[in-house]
């Protein structure tokens, strides 16, 4: 077969229903990556499912420019939702656009052009973001990118302060590293990164495009950082599976965003997917339960792969374990031999990212199956 550049795992995937899912031939996999977080609510969800149908039959697009109640009603409930202050929402399709958009309105906001970024961050692989991306993988055959993007070291507050100047336009970062190998921050980092972004003026993003939508144990990751940023970006989970990005930020940003638009932006259906989803997650409390089927989840990996893995570590739902050998093959015997889809993040991590609507019982078939090919 011809004419496809992406490359594809030997598993035909069929169907989906909450935390599993069936291929071709009939076999059932729990899903404990969501697809790289991308169903929070588990795989067909009723309400999002629901919700999505009505508004394919009612209409399912309007050039952005004229209102729609669903759009109209998704902007209210994301400034309710979000931390206090950041009640202006910018949509897209997707994580990367999220975070272009965010870059553009803190260049245009500030009048400055230098961005900080941090080492083994991961933003997305449009030119802008690609730009903040740390990995020189993603980045080198496509140089030159955007100019003016300087790397701290991740989570070293002394390195970020003095990075920060009178220059800097924004700082973009993840309040939990997915990508880079899920590295949650410390607060302090986060929080002296606010107040330094805050006194030169510059904007600080929280790309929370893996971290929002409940999946470290509050519904955006700022909520449990305590710090309340100029912009937070998000995708992957808002439309439960549909291709949905937001770009949230205060009022300073919103004023003096420049110009920007995107054909799509903000469509009925895709509207409506992401409405569903945040009313669903913050209606179930979806958010605690994943603090503690988190927790849960991480003390039952420990106790079973103890000194088989280096660590164990992550916030909520959000958890990576470092294993002492390539982490690609112990994913594929995961699917092959223990029906559990997972992913990596680098080569030695293997990354969970499960529908945050996992039971215990689920946690358990999990953490038999690591226990199997890890142990
Ligand atoms: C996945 C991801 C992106 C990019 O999102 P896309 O929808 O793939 O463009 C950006 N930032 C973070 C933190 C991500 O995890």
């Not at 958890?319 to 015997?333: F, P, Q, T, Y």
Request: glycine share 10%.
């Amino acid at each position: 077969m011809s004419g496809f550049i992406f490359s594809e795992k030997p598993i035909e995937i069929v169907e989906g229903d909450g935390a599993y899912v069936t291929d071709s031939n009939g076999t059932e996999y729990l899903d404990m990556g969501a697809s790289y977080a991308c169903v929070p609510l588990g795989h067909g969800h009723d309400a999002v499912q629901e919700a999505v149908r009505d508004q394919l039959d009612r209409l399912t697009y309007v050039q952005g420019s004229y209102p729609v109640e669903i759009r109209t009603k998704l902007y209210e409930l994301l400034a309710e939702t979000a931390p206090k202050t950041v009640d202006y929402t910018w949509l897209c399709n997707s994580g990367t656009e999220a975070n272009e958009a965010a870059l553009k309105f803190a260049r245009s906001a500030t009048g400055n052009s230098k961005i900080i970024s941090t080492k083994r961050g991961f933003h997305g692989r449009t030119m802008g973001a690609l730009a903040t991306t740390w990995k020189d993988k993603y980045k080198k055959p496509y140089e030159p990118l955007i100019g003016d993007v300087e790397f701290v070291p991740y989570d070293d507050a002394e390195a970020m302060a003095e990075a920060i100047d009178d220059d800097t336009a924004a700082v973009i970062v993840e309040p939990v590293q997915g990508e880079g190998g899920i590295n949650p921050a410390r607060k302090e980092f986060l929080q002296r990164t606010r107040v330094e972004t805050a006194t030169s003026g510059a904007a600080l993003i929280f790309d929370e495009v893996q971290t929002g939508m409940g999946r470290t144990g509050t519904l955006w990751a700022s909520e449990w950082a305590d710090v309340v940023p100029d912009m937070i970006t998000s995708a992957k989970g808002l439309g439960n599976g549909l291709p949905i990005g937001a770009t949230l930020c205060r009022e300073w940003i919103a004023e003096n965003y420049g110009s920007h638009a995107s054909t799509f932006s903000g469509g009925p259906v895709i509207s409506a997917a992401a409405h569903a989803t945040v009313s669903t997650v913050v209606d179930e409390g979806i958010p605690a339960h994943a603090a503690e089927i988190g927790e849960y989840l991480r003390e039952e990996l420990r106790a079973e792969l103890g000194d088989d893995v280096r660590d164990v570590r992550g916030e909520g739902l959000m958890i990576g374990i470092e294993v002492k050998r390539g982490a690609n093959r112990i994913l594929r015997d995961l699917a092959i031999d223990q029906q559990l889809l997972a992913l990596p993040a680098g080569r030695t991590v293997v990354r969970l990212l499960p529908p945050l609507t996992i039971t215990e019982e689920e946690a358990d078939e999990a953490v038999d199956a690591l226990g199997e090919v890890i142990g």
